[in-house]
């Protein structure tokens, strides 16, 4: 069945509901498929409901990619300042400010982020069908595209010249999340990079695991760091391993059997401290200077590889120098991580040597637009993901 829509766009979630949204204010008709029963599901469920929809600090220095400066041409047409104000207009969503430029709705409901959406499209006359699996898509010999889904149980088949590819990527099943749009770039000859969990917790395995486990609920700021990069935020230990913002940034620069480092005093320094401890006479133990930066239960767990027990006084320059190393540079080798389905988005995906940096359609199939999650670009925790994401639909609606 030829179908009289400018784009069939696949995928419900931020990128396609952007999409279909902008295309609608420019007076365009599209089709958007989503697999599950309501839009925006992983909208929904981001920042625990609350969804940190864009990030004032963002740059091309927030993202992960062979080739970041790729994001030059989409950024140079959706501003954050775009975000807020598309939100705004359309949703009434009036945004607040939390740490690090974070923007959450002031009611703090992910909810009115798609309402905003639902109601664009509803307002523009979009459709959009629900409960639809996308089966294959092909080129047909006229050059269109025959897109095959499963609505409803009832298999049919859709002719058009366009289809934009915004379907996610692998985190996170229970939500619908699959390889669709990877496996139809790879399908149409198009390369796709290495992938990976990304802002995801880190597992710790072997002799060490009792010993983060013994943590578990304690959260300490640190400064978290490798030779690439650091990150300055609250880490979370836990019964396998290591969470929290910190460690979840740093997920996204990690690969296995690398060591990355943890200074869990960022703020001061410890040799100092204990040079003035000396200084009035030395009479406190390491265990009690450290009860003034961390808690019984963290000081007692370092009990394990410094002299607790030992006064500042008593403190050998060995030993002194072992209490501010293991403090100011903790070494932790992960085993691996949590998997897709704790990870918050997937690193990786395709080149963007394949799509054009202005429009994202595929070089080698015209008609053929890639956005989103699935493309390599991936963000830092904090908005800067859904930065992307309607960035990218913003584009892509332009030319389609």
Known sequence: MTVDYDAIIIGAGACGLMCAAQAGLLGKKTLTLERNDKPGAKILISGGGRCNYTNFNTSLDNFVSQNPKFLKGIFAQWTVEDTV????????????????????????????????????????????????????????????????????????????????????????????????????????????????????????????AAWYASLSGNSVFARVYNEKISFEENILFTHWGLSGPAILQISSYWKPGEIFTMDLLPKFDLQTILKEERSRGGKRTVGQILNDYFTKKMVDAMGEFLPNNLKIASLSKVDANLVVETIHKFKVKAAGDKGYDKAEVMRGGISTEELHPKTLESKKNPGLYFGGEAVDITGWLGGYNFQWAWAAGFAIAQDI
């Open 85 to 208: 104000s598309f939100f705004e207009t359309f949703g009434g969503v009036q945004p607040q400010e939390k740490t690090l430029g974070q923007l959450f709705p002031t009611s703090n409901k992910a909810k009115d982020i798609v309402s905003t959406f639902t109601k664009v499209l509803f307002d523009t006359r979009q459709d959009l069908w629900l409960n639809t699996l996308v089966l294959a898509i092909e080129k047909t010999i006229e050059g269109s595209y025959s897109v095959t889904v499963d609505r409803n149980g009832k298999k049919e088949t859709l002719i058009t010249s366009k289809v934009v590819l915004a379907s996610g990527g692998l985190p996170v099943h229970k939500l619908g999340a699959s390889d669709f749009a990877l496996r139809i770039a790879r399908q149409f000859e198009m390369e796709v990079l290495p992938t990976a969990p990304a802002l995801v917790p880190l597992t710790i395995t072997g002799k060490d």
